[in-house]
């Protein structure tokens, strides 16, 4: 089980002391619950470059999945990331909100390829965002 009790700890803290993110994390949680808890970890946010390497293990998985699903690939460059990192830019709630952001920008619209017939079985795709941050393809086989 993980959580974001204590990430507000950070924000008044560059490093808060691991009592203090445990106790505020044990007064948000009912006795029962608590006490089913073997071990509590704490661990500091996110880096900028660790959030960048989960939307990029992101891309990864959900090509394998396309692939194995639709015979589609595809592969993101940097500017993806960035626009993923961008789209959320509250980092309070680690790195979860980026999967609905990545389904949001890069998997909606192959979804919406995909449904209208654009990309057909062994297709594999270089994705880019453009300026404006759109999603721009293109087609690598």
Known sequence: MTSNL??????????????????????RL???LWNRI???LCY?????????????????????RLQAERGISFAIDASVVA???????DRSLGARPLRRAFERL?????????????????TRLGLHCDARGRLQTTCLA
């Open 6 to 27: 204590g990430s507000e700890c950070y924000r008044r803290s560059r490093s808060p002391a691991v009592s203090t993110i445990q106790a505020l994390a044990r007064s």
């Open 30 to 32: 009912p006795p029962e």
């Open 38 to 40: 073997d071990e509590v």
């Open 44 to 64: 500091a946010p996110l880096a900028e470059s660790e959030l960048g390497e989960i939307v990029a293990r992101l891309a990864v998985e959900s090509s394998h």
């Open 83 to 89: 626009q993923v990192l961008q789209s959320e830019p």
């Open 106 to 122: 890069v998997e909606s619209p192959l979804a919406t390829e995909i449904v209208s017939g654009r990309l057909r079985r062994g």
